[in-house]
């Protein structure tokens, strides 16, 4: 079945630490999303693409990036970890004429 | 821009009772509703989705109700099941022409039905 996997599941890391974390769908869909779970705060959007070449700042975007290396693939990097970016990271994808979001399973970070 | 309110934030019904649960956006420009369900450890997927030319969806147990006017929508789980229990998120986006804007989310609820 068509899927949308993250790597790593969990990761820990240490304050000041560059962390990528990656994203690869099977879907073929144009558009790919990361999104940020915390507690009582829901899901807040962090950066999205709607192709290769276009590239979105979303809601809380800074202290992140990210590559779009391939239509199938979107990574975001953490440049240099703080605690407070420990969360629930959601990759995500749409498909440009439809309006349902398929998520990845998520990547628990834990930043020491 | 689009902001999403949810209530409430937990919510406790019985096995068999309603539970029903509200979102409020604030630009009335947004045109698509929908509800995604989390439960514990998994990722969040759809259940149910209105769009703006619609009052009222139904899928078997769950409806989903929206007022234009009053700008709020309300997710609605008749004869509640154990396995209802799980984090639900509404949304709110614009969908202009033939593309989606981005989904705006609320703070979730969880629900946990007692047997």
């Known amino acids: 079945d068509a899927d949308v996997t993250q790597t790593p599941r969990n990761r820990i890391t240490k304050t000041g630490k560059r962390i990528m974390l990656e994203c690869s769908q099977t879907k073929g869909h144009d558009r790919m999303y990361w999104y940020r779970q915390d507690p009582g705060l829901g899901l807040r959007l962090i950066y999205y693409s709607f192709d290769v070449k276009d590239i979105n700042k979303g809601e809380i975007s800074d202290g992140y990036s990210v590559s779009r290396q391939a239509q199938a693939k979107f990574s975001l990097s953490l440049e240099s970890a703080i605690p407070n970016q420990t969360a629930l990271y959601f990759c995500?994808?749409?498909?440009?004429?439809?309006?349902?979001?398929?998520f990845g399973p998520g990547t628990r970070l834990t930043v020491l | 821009g689009e902001n999403v309110e949810q209530h409430p934030s937990t919510l406790s019904v019985q096995e068999g009772d309603s539970a029903v649960i509200k979102c409020t956006y604030s630009d009335s420009a947004s045109n698509y509703f929908p509800w995604y369900k989390q439960e514990l450890g998994k990722r969040p997927q759809l259940i149910i989705d209105?769009?703006?030319?619609?009052g009222e969806k139904k899928d078997q147990r769950i409806a989903v109700t929206l007022n234009k006017t009053a700008k709020h929508f309300s997710l609605h789980i008749t004869e509640t099941q154990p396995e209802d229990s799980a984090v639900y998120f509404c949304?709110?986006?614009?969908?202009?022409?033939?593309?989606?804007?981005?989904?705006?989310f609320g703070k979730g609820t969880k629900l946990s039905v007692k047997p």
């Open positions: 209105i769009r703006s030319n619609v």
């Open positions: 949304a709110a986006s614009i969908r202009l022409g033939g593309s989606q804007g981005n989904l705006i």
């Open positions: 995500a994808t749409s498909d440009l004429s439809k309006s349902e979001q398929f």
